[in-house]
């Protein structure tokens, strides 16, 4: 522990060259691919929603948004399935120490993570090719296990990441990997709590997300059902994640200070040891110090330990050659405080609209300023999950597997890996313009055909006993 007085110092080690780009591609690629993962798990689960509707209430207008939206999921989970792809195959070419030394534990995730991957695939696949050619309920049915698959393709990858930061099950015999318990790699110490919090943002993104449409549509005088209905789908189930969302966050950063001691000095930006801690909004650290920022007296002790006295270990109390850098504090401080703020602005526009269906239903589709954040929220949401991860990624450094191994010691030693990051970067990019194009390209036919009065597959025109063979309609 750093004397009182002494200033902070911090590590000035030369690094590879090759950890730069190494971790510019990793985050570029891992923030580009997490958005896509919340439609996976929760989109699928509207299309189901509004397809049990639709068959129990020969609801036209929901059959029709979930015809809509298992085409979208369809998109989104082709580029997710290339994204995905190449995230893999960047672990062993960008971190080659951790394959060598842990892929044995590190790994065995991964190979749960492909068989979900698979069932996806599979089951996407008979859904979508489904409609008009299967019995209603046997092509709902069909559909539920995509939203399963997902979830657990999920959790398999929030396995191995929480692994990285609690790792267990696993013997080490001379430095190497000699037994691994895969059930205790699986369900690691912090494995229950980062799923949660994962699982919970799915449906707060993909929620609002989906909302966020129907409100532009809906501010542009498209106040029909078929638009309420989208909307109301996705806002709700997001509203209801996010209340159990902040109580879970709540307790996670009571579990990091418990258990993760350097990561949550780096979250409050703490330089030393010490009770009465303030909570500091915003700010840098410069020369071991705290400048700028809002400062609000003990509160970081009371969220830590329930009272003033608590004292939180500072900064001065990791080893210097594995302490994090200022950069990294101030990035996961500054992460943190965004991840926070656009939590409570949703939450905040999470309570107008229950005031709204409260006192004033009908004012809901008319209300152009609740709209308008309603659409801010679906912003919101995705910078909320990019923070998030951003904690949990460069919090844990300098180690890629806390306690055993340095990220500087598993990153790739040969060749040139900034020509490597440029071709990925056109490959996502090309992904990225191409998925935009055909979701606008669907949603221009989708609104020339129109959202009412059309044909859709078992609905009221073929009660769900009269199934129509074929029938693509004007819904295709």
Not at 22 to 44: D, K, S, W, Y
Not at 208 to 237: C, E, I, N, P, S
Request: with cysteine; net charge positive.
């Amino acid at each position: 522990m750093t004397p009182p007085g002494r200033l902070l110092t911090f590590p000035a080690l030369a690094e590879p060259g090759q950890l730069l780009p190494a971790r510019e591609q990793m985050a570029f690629t891992l923030g580009f691919h997490i958005i896509l993962v919340p439609f996976g798990v929760a989109l699928t689960t509207f299309m189901l929603i509004v397809h049990l509707r639709g068959l129990r209430k020969n609801d036209a207008e929901a059959l029709l948004l979930a015809r809509r939206w298992s085409k979208v999921a369809a998109v989104l989970f082709a580029v997710g399935a290339i994204t995905g792809t190449v995230l893999s195959f960047e672990l062993g070419i960008l971190w080659p120490g951790l394959m060598k030394n842990y892929g044995a534990a590190f790994g065995f995730p991964f190979a749960i993570e492909g068989l979900f991957f698979f069932l996806e695939a599979i089951f996407v696949a008979v859904y979508i090719y489904g409609w008009d050619r299967m019995p209603p309920w046997a092509h709902f049915w069909s559909g539920v296990p995509v939203p399963l698959a997902s979830l657990g393709g999920t959790a398999a990858v929030v396995a191995a990441n929480s692994w990285m930061n609690r790792p267990g099950g696993f013997t080490l015999t001379n430095g190497e990997v000699s037994a691994v318990r895969p059930a205790e790699v699986f369900f690691n110490d912090a494995f229950w709590w980062e799923f949660l919090h994962m699982f919970l943002a799915a449906y707060i993104v993909a929620g609002f997300a989906v909302a966020a449409v129907y409100a532009v549509g809906m501010l542009r005088g498209r106040k029909d059902r078929y638009h309420r209905l989208g909307f109301l789908t996705g806002f709700v189930v997001a509203a209801c994640a996010l209340p159990a969302q902040m109580v879970v966050g709540d307790t996670i950063a009571r579990y990091v200070f418990d258990k993760e001691p350097a990561k949550f000095a780096v979250i409050e930006m703490l330089p030393r040891t010490g009770a009465h801690v303030p909570e500091t909004l915003g700010g840098l650290l410069i020369d071991g110090k705290v400048v700028g920022g809002i400062r609000i007296p003990d509160l970081a002790s009371v969220l830590a330990g329930f009272r003033p006295s608590t004292t939180i270990q500072g900064l001065d109390a990791v080893p210097v050659e594995v302490r994090p850098t200022v950069a990294q504090t101030d990035i996961v401080h500054w992460a943190f405080d965004i991840m926070v703020g656009t939590a409570s602005f949703m939450f905040a526009v999470a309570l107008w609209f229950a005031w709204l269906w409260w006192r004033r239903r009908d004012r809901l589709a008319t209300s152009r300023w609740f709209l308008r954040a309603a659409f801010l929220c679906a912003l919101t949401a995705v910078v909320c999950l990019e923070s998030g991860w951003v904690v949990t990624e460069v919090g844990r450094q300098p180690w890629i597997v806390v306690g055993h191994l340095l990220t500087r010691d598993a990153v790739a030693t040969h060749g040139d890996l900034w020509p490597f990051f440029a071709g990925v970067l056109a490959i996502y990019l090309a992904v990225g313009a191409a998925a935009l194009w055909v979701l606008r390209s669907m949603k221009n036919r989708w609104r020339r055909q129109g959202d009412d009065a059309v044909s859709v597959p078992y609905g009221p025109e073929h009660p769900a006993g009269a199934h129509p063979q074929g029938v693509e309609g004007a819904v295709s």
